[in-house]
Every structure is written in structure tokens, then in C-alpha cells.
């Protein structure tokens, strides 16, 4: 009985990490984000002001080795083909410590990227800096920014969708929806959804 309980309470407690909603620590909506320069699978420094055309951005912090961000792959290249052309492109970071993930290291990023045919950066943060300025806690977890009088605003914090690992269970689209609503001049009406996922490993 006493076992029963025990491993009944670590399921609980599994269940409850995999979800987190608005952030204790890091951005809230409504904040303005700062730019940051982090390496690309092809060698190259990225960072938001490279994009001078962008009305804003899809930042979504992801991973190779989480089932939950390999589940949603097919849907984050989608989005940027969908948005990029639109103003919106998708920005992926990779928030792990290799060491604490090996799957996660740069090298297995780059071999990652060339196999799904990523059609965004994927950005290594390698010193764990960038990810708790935004307050991401989970791979994947994304962040909306929209451009306003030269600043980028967090519009959105959340989830992609609303079925973290079956895509054909989809029925509402967060990340779209909450697009499309800046698209047309509006304020996302949903703008804090859980994140489910993997936590970010950190030493």
C-alpha cells in the first residue's frame, strides 16, 4: 500500500511539471523583450534585428531530444511557411545543456535541422542566458513578439495548440490564432496557454 501511494504521489507530481502557465519569473504579456545574438546550425550569429522587415516573430524554445518538441516539428515548420512570407517568421532556441542531454548538443542540432528540412533558425543557447530572460520552462514553449514604435512586445506565452503530442487532435490553434489577430490589427484573445513539455535541463 505504502508503495502504491508513493509511486501514486511521483505520477502526480510528473503530471503537474509538465504544465506551467503564466510564468513566475521572466516575461509576462505586455512585456517589451530585448534582442540577443545566439548561434545557428550553419555557423552564423542570429539575432532579432536582422530581421528589419519582421512585424514580429514565433519564438519557440525547442529541443531535439523532448518527444513532446518532436511531436510538434512538423507543426513548427508549417508555421514559419505559413508566417515568415507574412512578417511573423519562427524563430527555434534550443535551451539544453548538452551535458545534461547529450541528444541536445550543437552537433546533433545541426544533424537535427539537415533530417526535418528546418526552414527557421535554430539557435543554440549555449550559456542558459537567454531562455530564463524570457521565463521559458518547457521544450516546447512559445513566445509571440510584435513590433511597436521600434519595440518587441510579448503578445502571447503558451502552447502551440491544444494536443502537445497528436497533431490530428487538434482543435485550437493558440499560436495562429494569436497571429492571425495581430495580422489583422487586434489583440490575441487568448493570450497565456500551458505549456506542456519537457523541462529545460540545466546543471
Known sequence: MKTTKILSAIIL??????FTIVPEKGYKVG???SDFSLKNVDGEMVSLADYSKAKGFIVIFTCNSCPY?????????ALDKKYKSKGYPVIAINPNDPVVQPRDSYDRMKIRAEEKGFTFPYLFDEDQEVFPKYGATK?????????????????????IDDSSRDESGVSKKYVENAVDALLAGKKPSETYTRAIGCSIKTQ
Request: hydrophobic share 45%.
Open 13 to 18: 507530481l510528473v503530471a503537474i511539471s509538465a
Open 31 to 33: 512585456d517589451t523583450a
Open 69 to 77: 518538441s518532436v511531436a510538434n516539428e512538423d507543426r513548427i515548420i
Open 139 to 159: 521544450t516546447p514553449h512559445v513566445y509571440i513578439l510584435n513590433k511597436d514604435d521600434g519595440k518587441l512586445i510579448v503578445e502571447y506565452i503558451g502552447a
